[in-house]
């Protein structure tokens, strides 16, 4: 004896027969009419039915081929037209109905995919767009950041290569400021220092602070002769508008080691920058060279023999 | 055969409007109807042929289902009469009528009334 209507042999025989003829409905179909079918077996089949009892519940069901046959095809006939005039109008009724059902679900699949479709083209473009923007330039306006420094820098030229070499300042804050230009149609934004490829690496030793990068806010613009910054603030990240520019300041702190007229600087830096809603390095070519000078003097960070 | 094969079609026909007629008096879940309708000798060929044509009449509009959880039962799906499976069954039940007379006449071979025969060929 079974369990349950649903656990004896012949109704499980059944049911993977309906399993089988039920597959070749639409899934809505298919599915409502197992659990139609379900329920009357389990209503039909009396607790403890004999397999004989059971068996008649089955073949008064009739075969599942014949359920599916008859889902799948309706009961409208010419004969059952002669009796029932509007069976056929209804079936008719209710095949545009379906197919009006389809025709929306498709409509909906199509503005689906076309909305899907419009927006990725719309972040391939954005991405694109982000990814050949012009890198940020530095030009025009140029200048030490400290007074001191100004004072003493030399400024030379050789092979049309700029430089500007100020004495290092051991154990103290030097630094430069420049304008950075943003040519692209995007708003670029400077996230910070691209460590290990440029600026503030190259200047310092080990141990914070290392270098300090900021962009001006609001604007403001460089007076290479000893600009006036009050109430410009440097902060990152720094934001600079399409077309627009920005006084970037960069300084570090110079504990580095310089033997005799050694000199330490650079030509380029290197930055986090985000463009649109991606995130790229871009390397900034100076249009001159920072550099610092030796002899150190004081306390370094670095143990050389020869700065002991 | 033929004949046989007929009255399984007409039976077919005339299902529909019997479970209309039987839920008309009061909802009733699969089985139920099922009995119901076996009930009434030679008109239901197979029980399970009752579900798609349920199901047809539920997206026709002629029909609609609910569970109902009855005390001490388990959730059955009850099905109800429409207002348009009323308005369809009477308009059935009209026609039935005057379908059930013509054919009546012709299978007694009796001469059928003129406008009898101009209605039936109306339909």
Redesign the interface.
């Given at each position: 004896m079974s369990a349950t209507a649903l656990d004896n042999p012949l109704v499980r025989e059944y049911l993977h027969e309906m399993a089988a003829a039920f597959a070749r409905l639409p899934a809505r179909?298919g599915d409502?009419?197992r659990?139609?079918?379900t329920?009357?077996i389990?209503?039909?089949v009396p607790p403890g039915a004999s397999d004989e009892q059971v068996a008649a519940v089955l073949a008064?069901?009739?075969p599942p081929a014949?359920?599916a046959t008859?889902?799948a095809t309706?009961?409208t006939?010419?004969?059952?037209?002669?009796?029932?005039?509007?069976?056929r109008r209804?079936?008719a009724?209710?095949r545009p109905?379906r197919r009006t059902w389809q025709a929306w679900r498709s409509w909906r699949t199509w503005a689906a995919a076309s909305a899907i479709a419009a927006v990725v083209a719309v972040v391939a473009i954005k991405v694109i767009a982000a990814e050949t923007a012009p890198a940020l330039t530095a030009g025009g306006a140029e200048a030490w950041w400290y007074p001191q420094d100004r004072a003493r820098a030399v400024d030379t030229s050789a092979d049309g290569t700029e430089q500007t070499t100020v004495p290092i300042r051991s154990g103290h804050w030097q630094g430069f400021v420049i304008d950075l230009f943003n040519d692209s149609d995007q708003t670029q934004t400077v996230l910070g220092p691209a460590y290990g490829n440029g600026l503030p690496t190259a200047f310092i030793g080990a141990g914070p602070p290392h270098g300090i990068i900021g962009l001006s806010t609001p604007n403001r613009e460089i007076d290479a002769g000893g600009g006036v910054y009050t109430g410009v603030k440097f902060v990152l990240p720094g934001v600079i508008p399409p077309h627009q520019l920005r006084a970037m300041r960069v300084l570090w702190f110079s504990n580095t080691c310089l033997q005799g007229k050694g000199q330490q600087g650079n030509d380029e830096i290197a930055l986090r920058v985000r463009v649109g809603w991606i995130t790229r390095t871009e390397v900034i070519s100076l249009t001159q060279g920072w550099y610092v000078q030796g002899p150190s003097t004081g306390k370094y960070a670095i143990s050389a023999p020869y700065c002991q | 055969m033929a004949a046989a094969g007929?009255m399984t079609?007409?039976r077919?026909?005339?299902?529909?409007?019997c479970v209309l007629a039987l839920l008309e008096v009061r909802p009733r879940?699969?089985?139920e109807l099922?009995r119901d309708l076996?009930a009434a000798d030679g008109l239901l060929?197979?029980?399970?042929?009752v579900?798609?044509?349920?199901?047809?009449l539920r997206?026709?509009g002629?029909v609609t289902s609910e569970w109902r959880d009855e005390e001490g039962e388990?959730a059955?799906?009850y099905y109800s009469i429409t207002t348009a499976g009323q308005k369809?069954l009477a308009?059935?039940r009209a026609?039935?009528q005057q379908?059930t007379a013509t054919v009546s006449h012709v299978l007694s071979s009796d001469p059928i009334p003129s406008g009898m025969a101009d209605r039936g060929r109306e339909?």
């Open positions: 179909q409502e009419l659990e139609q079918i329920a009357h389990t209503d039909a008064r069901l009739g014949e359920l008859e889902t309706g009961a006939t010419e004969a059952a037209d002669a009796v029932d005039p509007g069976a209804r079936a009724d209710s109905a | 007929g079609e007409l077919r026909g005339v299902l529909g409007p879940f699969g089985l099922v076996a060929t197979s029980d399970g042929t579900y798609p044509l349920l199901n047809r997206d026709g002629l388990r059955r799906r369809h308009e059935f026609s039935w379908f339909q």
